[in-house]
Nanobody, 127 residues
């Protein structure tokens, strides 16, 4: 069972940037596709971005296309979420999650696709 720890959240003004990290335990991190989700107060947890196990494929929600970029460093067991041009509506707790897969190009995007979750990191964007 892989364990995930998110970091990098904080308070930023609209238009600013943040870089989130998701550090994973275990020696088989490259066997997992990784996704980022977010949950705002009173709302459902929603998909943000995801990346395939080898980093060659990504997918993202329309609301963050062109602003958020996901990347990974399998040697360091870490996935990054670069968030630019932040908006107040991006305010939420951000979670990373993993899905074991044997397919290099598979990019899961549904909540139920993922088996392990981190505890989340708060991102607050002020207007």
């Amino acid at each position: 069972q892989v364990q995930l720890v998110e970091s990098g959240g904080g308070l930023v003004q609209a238009g600013g940037s943040l870089r989130l990290s998701c550090a994973a335990s275990g020696r088989t991190f490259s066997s997992y596709a990784v996704g980022w989700f977010r949950q705002a107060p009173g709302k459902e947890r929603e998909f943000v971005v995801a990346i395939s196990r080898n980093g060659g494929n990504t997918d993202s929600a329309d609301s963050v296309k062109g602003r958020f970029t996901i990347s990974r460093d399998n040697a360091k067991n870490t996935v990054f979420l670069q968030m630019n041009s932040l908006k107040p509506e991006d305010t939420a707790v951000y979670y990373c999650a993993v899905r074991a897969t044997s397919l290099n190009s598979y990019v899961p995007t549904k909540l139920a696709d993922f088996s392990s979750w981190g505890q989340g990191t708060q991102v607050t964007v002020s207007s």
